[in-house]
Structures are given as C-alpha cells and as structure tokens.
C-alpha cells in the first residue's frame, strides 16, 4: 500500500527518544522530510544521522524545551513562516505525583508543555495547513485519558484536557483536509519506561525483570509494545490513506484499558 507519504513534511517533537523517534522514523521510511524537536542537540544530532543514512530523506532538527515559554516564543517565531503537512505533538512525560505531594511548580511546568505551548505550536502549523487544503495532527496522550494511572496525577489531569482541545480543533477544520487525533499509549517499551520500571523494582525491592514481567502480565496481550508498533500506527495516521479518520482518541495499548 503505498500511504502517499513520498516528500511530505512532517514535524515530529520529542523525537530524540522513544515514541517520537520511532514514528519519525516510520514516517521517514515512507519517504517523509523529516524535523526532529527535543531538547538533547547530540541526540536529535545522532538520530538525524540514522534517519539520513537509513532512508536517504532530508532531515533537520532543531533544539526547544517545550515547558519554557520562551523557547516556544522562539518556536512560533522560527516556524510560523514555514510550512509543514504533518504535525506529531510530543511532551516529556510529568513525574510520579499524588493529590498530596504535587508542587505548584511541578504543576506550571507540565500545564505549559502539555497544554499551553502544544496549544500554540499546532495554532503555528494550522494557518499554512489551511492554505494547502491538508494537513495531520496527532498527539500522543496516555491510556490514563481514560483509565487514570496511580501517582501520575499530572498526567491523568493535563492529557484529558489537550484530548478535548484537539476534539474540538478537529471539528473546526477537518473541512480544510486537516484531519487531527490523538494517540493513547499503553505500555510501550521506551527509555521512560524501563526508568519507571527500574524505580518500581527499586522500591518493592525485586529485580528490574520481576518488575517487567508482573507489569506484562497485566496487559492482555501480555507484553510490552515496541516503540516501531507505536510508530507506524503513527504514520499510517499521518497518512493519505487515513483520510477520513479524524477526531479519534485511538488506544496503541496491547488491551490495557479495560473498557469498551
Ligand atoms: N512509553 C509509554 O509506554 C508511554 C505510556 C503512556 C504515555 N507516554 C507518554 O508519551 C510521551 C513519550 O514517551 P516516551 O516513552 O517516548 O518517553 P522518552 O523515551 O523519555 O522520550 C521523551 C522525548 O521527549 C523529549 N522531551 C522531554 N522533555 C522535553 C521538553 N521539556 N521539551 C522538549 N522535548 C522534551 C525527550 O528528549 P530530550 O530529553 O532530548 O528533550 C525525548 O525525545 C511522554 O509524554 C510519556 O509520558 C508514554
């Protein structure tokens, strides 16, 4: 099937590591452009250079910390003058928190990344999207949309409200070609993941293995998912093919959510 992804431009964030890096990845395989955003220049540095060697795209990046206002003044700045198809909206993932211990700060950080500076670097996309009658927008949230995960009260509380906000932005202008949805991982195996799991086995005093597998055995299909399975359903997302998918909140999650 040939996903109609040839020389299309895709801006791929948090693209360093893990979920990002996998789908810029897939998209690059399908012979997209590719932008890398993160904040880490010799890792961004590095994955442009497989990118380039593996499949021969141009590929660029560019370094912003998505939770300083300032750095995302400097995005919109940059990028409002360019024209990209495909957006993949991708934050670092907040820390372990309950209702008790979660700091204001720790709040402002994460409201800014997840919500705000995302609100405002899809707004920078859309305008040049709208104009050429096409676009994808997708952001990756968390299975905690739906079923909250403990002691990641952030995340539970900040990924529900960008999911409405991109609802509500895909009844707006899916008329315009721009199809926009968000992407819930469940337990996708990532550089985040093994440190979850290294500081869970740390605290019930098991080994890091232990910790894997009693976290598997939780998930119907009884593993973790790989970076690539996230990627690609990414990528066909991104894609010509998908062009009557829109508005969908989509779970990459192995059956980990347990509702219907
Ligand atoms: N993996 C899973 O199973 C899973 C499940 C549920 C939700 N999620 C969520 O999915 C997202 C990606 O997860 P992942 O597993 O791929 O994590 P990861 O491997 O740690 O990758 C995170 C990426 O985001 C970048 N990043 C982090 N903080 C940033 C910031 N302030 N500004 C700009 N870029 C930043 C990192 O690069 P730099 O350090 O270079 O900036 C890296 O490229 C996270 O929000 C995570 O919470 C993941």
Redesign the pocket.
């Known amino acids: 099937m040939d996903l109609g992804l040839k020389s299309k431009k895709a801006l791929v964030?948090?693209?360093?590591?893990?979920?990002?890096?996998?789908s810029a990845k897939s998209l690059a395989a399908e012979g997209a452009d590719i932008f890398l955003?993160?904040?880490?220049?010799k890792?961004?540095k590095d994955v442009r250079d497989e990118i380039e060697k593996n499949y021969s795209v141009p590929c660029d990046y560019a370094?912003?910390?998505?939770?300083?206002v300032v750095?995302v003044n400097n995005f919109v700045n940059i990028f409002m003058s360019k024209s990209f198809d495909i957006l993949v909206n991708?934050?670092?993932?907040?820390p372990p928190s309950n209702s008790l211990n979660t700091t204001y700060d720790g709040w402002e950080?994460y409201i800014n990344?997840?919500i705000l500076n995302t609100i405002r670097v899809t707004n920078t996309l859309v305008t040049s999207m709208k104009k050429k009658n096409w676009g994808r927008i997708l952001t990756?949230?968390?299975?905690?949309v739906i079923q909250p995960?403990d002691n990641?009260l952030i995340?539970n509380t900040l990924?529900p409200a960008i999911t409405g906000y991109m609802k509500t932005l895909s009844n707006e202008v899916s008329q315009y070609g721009i199809t926009v949805n968000t992407i819930?991982?469940?337990?996708?195996?990532?550089?985040?993941?093994?440190?979850?799991n290294q500081s869970r086995a740390d605290k019930m005093g098991i080994t890091y293995d232990e910790a894997i597998n009693r976290s598997s055995s939780e998930i119907p299909i009884k593993r973790?998912?790989k970076?690539e399975e996230?990627g690609d359903v990414v990528c066909f997302l991104a894609s010509e093919k998908a062009s009557y998918i829109t508005g969908s909140n989509l779970r990459v999650?192995g059956g980990l959510i347990r509702n219907i």
Do not use: W
């Open positions: 964030f948090g693209a360093s590591s893990g979920l990002g890096m996998a955003i993160a904040r880490d220049e890792k961004l370094c912003f910390d998505m939770t300083q750095d991708n934050t670092g993932g907040p950080k990344s997840i990756i949230t968390s299975s905690g995960i990641l995340s990924r819930m991982p469940g337990r996708i195996m990532t550089n985040r993941t093994l440190q979850v973790y998912g970076s996230f999650d």
